[in-house]
Every structure is written in C-alpha cells, then in structure tokens.
C-alpha cells in the first residue's frame, strides 16, 4: 500500500514537472531577436507608403474599424490642424482690421438731417425675439466653436491644462445644446422676413452708390438694403449649411461614412469662419458703425429721419399706412 502511494506521488510529480516544463517557453525565446524579419512592416510610415492605408482583421462587425489609417485622414487631420486655422485666422482678424479701419476713416454714420423726435416702428417684439435669440445662440456657437479650432494652443499655456479641460467640456455642451434654438431661429428669421429680401431694382442702385455708407449719397431703399439682403441670405444659407453639416458630425455615422464626416467637418469649419467674420460687420452696423440702427431691434422703433435716410421707400409706404406716430410727416422723397 506504502509502495503504491510512493509511486502514485512520484507520477503526479512527474505529470507537474512536464506540465510546468510545456508551460515555460524556451530561453531563447525569451531574449530579443537581434534579427527581426518584420522590423520595417511595422513602422507605420513603411506601410503607408507601401499601401496607403493601414488595416487589420476585427471581430467587430463593422467592417470601418478594420482601417486605421488613410490618405484621407492625413488630408482630413492636415485641414484641422493647418489649414483650417490660417483660413480663420485670415477672414476673422482681416475683418476685424478693416472694420477698425473703415470706423477711424468714416467714423459714426450720422443722421444727417438730426432726430426728429417722431419714430415709426421697424420691428415687433417677435421679430426681435427671434433676432435676439438667434443672436445670443451664435455668439456662443461662435466662442466655443473658435475654442474648438484655437482654444487648445491659445488657453492652455494661459489657463493650464486641468482648467482648459473643464472649460473645452462645457463649451462643446453648449455648441452642441444651443444648435437647436439657434436652427429654430435661422428658420424663423428666413419664414418672417423672406418677403422683403428678393433682390430687386433698387438694389443696384443701392450698390453702385456704395449703399450711402461708403460716400455721402442717399440712395432710396425698400425696408432692407441690398446689404441687409445680403446679410439675410448669408444667414438663412450659412445658418442652414452649418445646422446640417452640424447635425450630421453631432449625430456620426447615422447619415454619411467617414468619408462625408471628414467632408461634413471641413464644410462646418469654413461656414462657421466665413459666418462669423461676416457677422462681425452686421455687428459693427448695427452698434458703432450707424448711428440710430440699434433702436431697430433694441427699442423695435426709429427716428423718422433714420428711416428717410436709410429706407426712404419703405417709410413713404409706412406713412401712405399712417404707421407713423407723432404728428404728420411729409413723403421722403
Ligand atoms: C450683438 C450682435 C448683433 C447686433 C447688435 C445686431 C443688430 C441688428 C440691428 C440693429 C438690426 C436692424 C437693422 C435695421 O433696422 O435696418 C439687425 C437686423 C438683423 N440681424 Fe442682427 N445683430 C446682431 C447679431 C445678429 C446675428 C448673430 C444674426 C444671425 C446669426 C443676426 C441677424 C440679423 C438679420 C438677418 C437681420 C435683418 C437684416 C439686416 O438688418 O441685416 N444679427 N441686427
């Protein structure tokens, strides 16, 4: 009996010896090749310039995991990172400059003729609503989409890195929560004013004068200029290309593959650029740039003799309409 324990023992041992042995992979092995057959594959600039892409197997369904490298997304990141910037760099600073030095030439458009005292009114309180909510959703998604593009190399070194997280994080929560009101509002402004911004005669009129803003003449003009006009459609065809550029990299891969995200991305970043330097000098017009322009959508209403000066056309309709307060008023022209 004692014989067969030993030997049953010496079995088991012999069984744990050559499954540890199995286990343990040989020395050499274990020690680096001085030799490696596959060295130059896997640099990763080796492959790419023998295939143009790299990709693997995946278990994964979708067969888009397999890549993880393409020309396309060296373009794609060469755009955002580069191009993108000078492009936003040039449009919004170029803008800011000529504003500067169109306001220290011309200085403050004046009511020529002074205020009346009488007003007429230009705006209700919803189209103000709307301008105002619409306004307040771009310039948050003018910050924090700038953030996106220079906020990294610009705050960082300021604010450090922790604080910039945090900052970059709330940001991109109100770019994306606030593209609802801001689309409502684009939607809005294009079904409540579309009928005023068809171009027309007096609009190249309006042009060839330099719109009474460049030069000192008066040209007649219905209730919007044709620079208006022109503000109108920037926003109504800029806000609609940003909204669904927008939705299509909010909402990934739902509509389009990487391909038209990487499209999606670049059409969103140079809307976004060229909208903003735009509405800089609707901004500028609207506040320093023109004096009496504000009360249109601050107060809803204008001095009469700012309407004469700057929409003669539509304030000889509104008096024709007795819209206008404060006693009789003769026709502006
Ligand atoms: C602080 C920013 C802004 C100010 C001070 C401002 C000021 C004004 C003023 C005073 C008017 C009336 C002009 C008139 O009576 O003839 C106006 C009109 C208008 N605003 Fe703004 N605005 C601002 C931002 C925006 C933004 C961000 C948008 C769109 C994204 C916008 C879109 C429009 C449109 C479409 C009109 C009608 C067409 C025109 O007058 O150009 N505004 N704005």
């Known amino acids: 009996m004692a014989r067969m324990g030993f030997v049953l023992r010496s ?71 580069v191009t993108l910037r000078w492009i936003g760099a040039i449009v919004i600073l170029g803008m800011l400059a000529v504003l500067l030095l169109f306001y220290l030439i011309r200085g403050m458009v004046r009511i020529e003729a002074g205020r009346s005292g009488r007003t007429v009114v230009r705006f209700n309180a919803f189209e103000r609503f709307v301008h105002w909510m619409t306004a307040t959703c771009f310039i948050v998604l003018a910050l924090s989409g700038l953030n996106v593009t220079f906020g990294k190399e610009l ?32 939607v809005l ?60 990299l909010m909402f990934p891969f739902y509509a389009t593959d990487v391909t038209g995200m990487q499209t999606a991305q ?9 909208f903003i330097a735009i509405m800089l000098a609707h901004i500028y017009i609207g506040t320093i740039g023109m004096q009496g322009a504000f009360e249109a959508m601050g107060k809803g209403e204008v001095d009469v003799n700012w309407a004469r000066q700057h929409h003669s056309l539509w304030l000889d309709n509104e008096i024709r309409k007795g819209r206008v307060g404060g006693g009789s008023v003769a026709p502006a022209e």
Request: charged letters at 15%; glycine letters at 10%.
């Open 11 to 81: 079995l088991i041992a012999a069984l744990c010896l050559w499954l540890a042995a199995a286990a343990t992979p040989p020395a050499a092995a274990q020690q680096p090749s001085s030799v490696n057959p596959t060295a130059q594959s896997v640099k990763e600039q080796e492959l790419l310039k023998e295939l143009q892409r790299i990709q693997g197997r995946s278990s994964l369904p979708d067969a888009r995991t397999r890549v993880l490298e393409q020309p396309a997304g060296r373009e794609w990141r060469q755009f955002h990172q």
């Open 155 to 186: 705050l960082t070194p300021l604010i450090g890195p922790e604080a910039f997280a945090g900052w970059a994080q709330w940001a991109k929560y109100a770019h994306n929560y606030l593209s609802f009101p801001f689309t409502l509002g684009v």
């Open 266 to 274: 670049m059409v969103h970043g140079i809307v976004g650029m060229l």
């Open 189 to 248: 402004m294009f079904l409540l004013w579309i009928a005023w911004n068809f171009p027309s005669g007096t609009d190249v009129r309006w042009i060839r004068e330099g719109g009474g803003i460049v030069g000192n003449g008066h040209p007649p003009a219905r209730r919007f200029n044709a620079g208006q006009k022109m503000i109108y459609w920037v926003v109504v065809l800029g806000g609609g290309a940003a909204a669904v550029t927008g939705y299509l």
